[in-house]
C-alpha cells in the first residue's frame, strides 16, 4: 500500500486525530448547538483525513470518535457537576 504520506511502520492504533476532534467536536456542540451539524462535519472530515491518507483503517477512525465522543460527554459532565453551566 503506498501513499503520498507514505505508510507508517507501526501497527494499527485508534486514530488520535478522530479521538480528540470528536472530543472537541463534542463540547463545541454543546456550546454551539445551532452549528452542531457543522462541527461534526468537521470532525467526521478530520477522521476520514487519516483514512484516506493511509495513516489508519476504517475501525481505527470509529473507535477514536467512539473514544472522543466519550471523552467529551464526561468533560460535559463533570462542567455540570462543577456548576459551570
Known amino acids: 500500500f503506498k501513499t503520498i504520506l ?11 486525530h478522530s ?6 467536536a463534542t463540547v463545541l ?13 468537521w470532525s ?18 470509529e473507535g477514536g470518535k467512539f473514544q472522543g465522543i466519550s471523552v467529551g460527554n464526561y468533560a460535559l459532565d463533570v462542567l455540570r457537576v462543577d456548576g459551570g453551566e
Open 6 to 16: 507514505g505508510t507508517p511502520n507501526f501497527p494499527s492504533y485508534t486514530s488520535g
Open 19 to 24: 479521538a480528540f476532534s470528536a472530543a472537541a
Open 29 to 41: 456542540s454543546h456550546i454551539f448547538p445551532a452549528e452542531a451539524s457543522i462541527i461534526e462535519g
Open 44 to 61: 467526521d472530515e478530520a477522521a476520514a483525513s487519516r483514512k484516506y491518507g493511509g495513516i489508519h483503517f476504517s475501525f481505527d477512525t
